[in-house]
């Protein structure tokens, strides 16, 4: 027998899909009876999914004891935007079948049996099941200044990491696997707003019953604002649904700073300073901390800056040049022997500004 994608055939419409295109070759002559040879067309679900969805599967295979088909029975989960294939010249009779949807590795996520009679044509829509627990996870974020109840984009994230016991579970877009650089190193992330829409975004786990699972909402730098830890429990050949609040993961403060040469205050202006470099010293690590981009200068004139943290301890350090420029005589730059510190704990905004005075050099 032979096979071809379903989209060039012609028109079958009953298919739960859409319209199937079937082209109907001259096969084997009739069989006993008058019964009649046939092609058979077929179509799939993954657990009520498209293969866009479950992105996790990246090949589907068909075997038919007693039949050889092409390329082993293996072809892409969909062509064209279509779920399925047609396999020509079935001589009458019944026949057993098995579908498998496989991940780049080989290793089967869905699977089922079934048979089918041949008079004639005959279509088979097969719902293939998943053979190991799966889940759809969806997520929400906490309130901030502006929504209470924020979207993505509004809490101002890009990804969610999502790790099953420790291991980071991977998303595909067009085949590709969605990562993000951190670090130096490539890391797995989905596109936040998947689990803010149903049915969420769906992991198979490795077996059923608890595991440990990991959420990091994060920017597209990989800052991490948003996360939770718990459990999410898995049933054979089963699909549940797991909805999860992630909590803030940081907290934040507003820096001032006051300009003085000696004791006397002066402005930006005065002082002749156009930018001033704020830096966060974790006492706990001996590392300096912030969001991606705060390691760059502000406009001295603002007076003050908002940043989110990471909860520890922290000397805060402001310079008018970069910490890693020597000062020199007509500088500026908070105190050594008195510095100002903060400690900082997560989902913790403190309306009161952290003051911190900057004195010129001799």
């Known amino acids: 027998m032979n096979l071809r994608p379903l989209v060039t055939f012609l028109t079958l419409c009953s ?11 001259p096969g084997p002559g009739p069989g006993p009876g008058g019964s009649l040879p046939g092609d058979v067309a077929f179509t799939w679900t993954l657990d009520g999914m498209t293969c866009s969805q479950a992105l996790d599967v990246a090949s589907v295979r068909i075997s038919i004891p007693g039949e050889s088909i092409a390329n082993g029975g293996v072809f892409g989960c969909s062509s064209n ?12 009779g019944s026949y057993s079948f098995t579908i498998e949807a496989w991940d780049r590795y080989g290793e089967t996520l869905y699977a089922r049996n079934g048979t089918f009679h041949v008079n004639g044509d005959v279509s088979v829509h097969v719902e293939l099941q998943s053979v190991r627990p799966t889940v759809d996870l ?150 300096y901390e912030y969001e991606p981009g705060y390691g760059q200068p502000w406009d001295c004139s603002r007076d003050d800056a908002f940043v989110y943290l ?27 022997q008195n510095p100002e510190d903060i400690t900082v704990a997560a989902g913790v905004f403190p309306a009161l500004p952290l003051e911190v005075p900057v004195y010129r050099n001799p």
């Open 15 to 25: 298919l739960a899909t859409g319209c199937v295109y079937v082209d109907n070759d």
């Open 81 to 92: 935007g279509v779920m399925g294939i047609v396999l020509h010249d079935f001589r009458p």
């Open 138 to 287: 969806t997520w929400g974020l906490p309130a901030n200044a502006d929504f209470p109840h924020p979207t993505c984009a509004q809490a101002g994230v890009q990804y969610v990491s999502v790790q099953i016991n420790g291991v980071a579970q991977r998303a595909y877009i067009n085949g590709e696997p969605v990562q993000i650089l951190v670090d130096g190193q490539w890391r797995d992330v989905v596109p936040c707003e998947w689990g803010q829409t149903g049915p969420g975004f769906r992991v198979a786990l490795p077996s059923s019953g608890q595991h440990e699972i990991y959420l990091a909402a994060v920017s597209e730098d990989g800052f991490r604002y948003y996360d939770y830890f718990g459990y999410v429990n898995g049933f054979t050949d089963q699909t549940v649904s797991a909805d999860y609040s992630l909590l803030w993961a940081v907290g934040g403060r507003t820096v001032q700073w006051q300009l003085y040469n000696g004791v006397q205050a002066v402005t930006c202006g005065q002082a002749g300073v156009s930018q001033v470099w704020v830096y966060f010293w974790n006492t706990q690590t001996g590392a």
């Open 310 to 336: 990471p909860p520890g301890h922290y000397q805060v350090d402001v310079f008018d040049r970069p910490r890693d420029v020597p000062l020199g005589s007509g500088s500026y730059s908070s105190s050594y």
